[in-house]
């Protein structure tokens, strides 16, 4: 099962399409990301990879066989050899080696010792078999977790944003461990992501998933450094929403959650809208500007890619906005996650598709 080829999938929830027609192969040794902004579907395609979900048509192949996922005990059988680690880590209270010895003890195996201390020797945390799983930090906690997924030893791995909650240093360590782990044993890997540093650093193969179809696929180089840059950019700051034309000859966009964004065109009704990181305003402090859009948020996630920094700010708790600031003025403004900014941009800085 370390070769997965997904063919023409398609997911439907209450009549809404999730998925529209995917179609890749992964061979067996890659690491392959799926890569997309919130709501893209790569959750939902990584539980109907990990066989916790069923699609609404299309075939996933796993070493050559179709997935019949009508037969519970055929998935049962599979999800023995596919190792899944969610977003959120949830442990048990109870020591490390307890929560990473817990898959084997459900199949019954006795002497797990050994292969608990090997996999916590592989994920960076040798000596960490006593101490309680509640009291370890968010990196540790999702070493643990994926520590949890190799233990039974799967063919397949899929990890669902592994760094997403995680300080730059953890998720460095995490990233650490899973491509060590992709090398050493030869594991096939597929994992989500938001972070495009990651799929530099990670990826033998990414493929772009935006509004549940899949967009592009190839190497970083061949998507990131090809001569059409606009997909660089289609993934960050989309928002789907409804436009109605003011009396000033702009455009308000509804884009839910009580967000409206002031857009400089004119359209009515349904619309796309991206709003390039490269042209949003970050401060500390509210911001007076005359800049149309201006949002209180939080940050939720900082990536560090060279002499740019890109941080993830959640507006009104639930819409995310990527902005990028340079080295330099991230290290002046003494940023972190959870701190409390001020977004801004221009109405003339909302592109609608
Ligand atoms: P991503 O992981 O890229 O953020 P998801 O796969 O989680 O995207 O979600 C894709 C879309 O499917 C979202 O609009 C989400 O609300 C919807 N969705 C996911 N799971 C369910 C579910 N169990 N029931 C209904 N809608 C769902």
Do not use: C
């Not at 929830?13 to 919130?38: A, C, H």
């Not at 049962?76 to 050899?81: A, D, N, S």
């Not at 401060?283 to 939720?300: C, D, H, M, Q, V």
């Amino acid at each position: 099962m370390s070769k997965v080829e997904v063919k023409s999938l398609f997911k439907e929830y209450s009549g809404r399409q999730v998925l529209k027609g995917i179609t890749f192969s992964v061979q067996k040794g890659e690491f392959f990301v799926l890569l997309g902004p919130n709501g893209s579907g790569k959750t939902t395609l990584l539980k109907i990879l990990d066989l916790l979900e069923e699609p609404t048509s299309g075939e996933v192949w796993l070493n050559g066989e179709p997935v019949d996922y009508s037969s519970s005990k055929e998935r049962v059988m599979l999800r023995r050899r596919i190792g899944m680690v969610f977003q959120q880590t949830v442990l048990f209270n109870m020591s490390v080696l307890d929560n990473v010895a817990y898959p084997l003890k459900v199949r019954g195996e006795r002497n797990f010792e050994q292969k608990v201390k090997s996999v916590l020797e592989l994920v960076q945390l040798k000596g960490f078999e006593r101490k309680n799983a509640l009291t370890l930090s968010g990196g540790e906690a999702q070493r643990v977790a994926i520590a949890q997924a190799l233990v039974t030893e799967p063919e397949l791995l899929l990890l669902d944003e592994p760094t997403a909650n995680l300080d730059p240093k953890n998720a460095s360590i995490v990233e650490e461990v899973i491509s060590h782990i992709n090398r050493e044993k030869e594991i096939t890997i597929i994992m989500t992501t938001h972070n495009v540093s990651q799929v530099e650093n990670l990826a033998d193969r990414v493929a772009i998933l935006d509004g549940g179809r899949m967009e592009l696929l190839g190497t970083f180089q061949e998507i990131f450094r090809s001569p059409s840059p606009n997909k660089n950019l289609a993934m960050d700051n989309i928002f789907h929403g409804v436009s109605r034309i003011t009396n000033e000859g702009t455009s308000i966009i509804d884009i839910g959650d009580g967000v409206h964004i002031e857009a400089a065109f004119k359209r009515v009704g349904n619309v796309t809208i991206h709003v390039p990181p490269e042209d949003i305003i970050l401060s500390k402090y509210p911001l007076i500007s005359s800049a149309r859009n201006t949002f209180e948020g939080t940050i939720t996630q900082i990536t560090d890619i060279g002499h740019i920094v890109r941080l993830r700010v959640k507006v009104m708790s639930i819409k995310d906005f990527i902005v990028q600031v340079t080295k330099r003025s991230f290290n002046e403004m003494q940023l972190n996650i959870g701190s409390k900014v001020y977004i801004a941009f221009k109405a003339s800085s909302v592109q609608a598709n």
